[in-house]
């Protein structure tokens, strides 16, 4: 099983499960304390904006044009910032830490 190590907005942490060969995104708009991924995944509403663990930022593949200039207008941004939407769960990333960034 590939894990996935969730800190909700509340702070609590949560182990799941995560759906591997998809991007994080579809494993966190499953969870009441995930995100809600409005545009399903298009790159444009930045409502799955997660915190990478530092971690974790130089395992995962770098941002590409649309999420960073999205993540650039976010005022919660941090380095650790990704879309969930862009990023690929895979088998090598089981363990992974991510917090929910709070609503925009
Ligand atoms: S789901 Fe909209 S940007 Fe990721």
Redesign the pocket.
């Known amino acids: 099983m590939a894990e996935l190590v969730i800190v909700d907005r509340d702070g609590t942490e949560h182990r799941v499960e995560g759906r591997v060969g998809v991007s994080i995104?579809e494993t966190l708009r499953e969870l009441d304390y995930g995100?809600a991924?409005?545009?399903?995944?298009?790159?444009?509403?930045?409502?799955?904006?997660v915190w990478v663990d530092d971690a974790w930022i130089a395992r995962l593949p770098a941002r590409q044009g649309d999420?960073q200039e999205?993540i650039q207008e976010l005022t919660s941004a941090k380095p650790g910032s990704r879309?969930?939407?862009?990023v690929q769960f895979t088998d090598e990333l089981s363990g992974l830490r991510i917090a929910i960034a709070p609503d925009e």
């Open positions: 995104m995100v991924a409005i545009c399903g995944g298009m790159c444009s509403c930045a409502t799955c904006h999420e999205l879309l969930s939407c862009q």
